[in-house]
């Protein structure tokens, strides 16, 4: 039973355009949202988060939006770098879930320069 | 300030043996989460301690077993070694747990042979 989804496994964007990755969650406890960039082998960076009392977050090039009714989120990345070039992890928790963090499987975001 | 630190790096072990993972978090963090990263389960939920205390766990095996000290230390043992076991080992530390941002080490790359 896989409570958070991200259903593209990768995604290929030219340097400049605009990255938007998808995840869906189907528990409707999870009220905190995350985003985490991961290099091989390596732990993952926390990138942006948003609680569910809102439906957007700002940081620089990162945008998450939350549409609460259907149940989905989104990381908007503008403009998108080579650098960028990473797995993107979206994860969800509650308020009760005492620091566990349910992760999607990921998707492979490559910036072609 | 500095991040979580996590130790050793890389592990090599025995089937049979038993292994003990360390994770010091951010200072003035309470929370303490541990992952293991497999190619093909994902980001896997393995326990959450807070001020000593472990408040949530995973669906894993006895075999998985941790603990927390009073300055916020936690380690994680795994005794009776499978080779299944062989696993990217992430720590993540976050004030509290639960709707809080959570930082993850570098990671323990444990392989059995």
């Known amino acids: 039973d896989q409570q958070v989804k991200q259903n593209s496994p990768s995604l290929s964007v030219q340097e400049g355009r605009i990255s938007i990755l998808n995840c869906d969650y189907t528990n409707s406890m999870f009220d905190y949202f995350l985003w985490y960039k991961k290099y091989p082998a390596e732990g993952p960076t926390f990138l942006i988060s948003i609680s569910s009392i809102k439906d957007k977050n700002e940081d620089g090039r990162f945008t998450v939006f939350l549409n609460k009714s259907a149940k989905h989120l989104s990381l908007h990345i503008v403009p998108s770098q080579p650098g960028d070039s990473a797995v993107y992890f979206c994860a969800a928790s509650s308020g009760t879930s005492y620091g566990k963090l349910t992760f999607g499987q990921g998707t492979i975001l490559t910036v072609h320069p | 300030k500095a991040g979580v630190t996590q130790t050793p790096r890389y592990l090599i072990k025995t089937r049979g043996q038993q292994v003990t993972l360390s994770c010091s978090p951010i200072?003035?963090?309470?929370?303490v989460s541990w992952y293991q990263q497999t190619p093909g389960q994902g980001l896997q939920f393995l326990f959450e301690?807070?001020?000593?205390?472990?408040?949530n766990k995973g669906n894993f095996p006895g075999r998985f077993s941790g603990r927390q000290f009073s300055n916020s230390r936690s380690e994680m043992n795994v005794s009776t070694l499978e080779l299944g076991d062989s696993a990217l080992y992430l720590c993540a530390s976050s004030s509290f747990g639960g709707r809080s941002e959570a930082f993850f080490g570098q990671g323990t790359r444990l392989t059995v042979v």
């Open positions: 301690y807070f001020s000593e205390t472990q408040r």
């Open positions: 200072s003035g963090h309470r929370s």
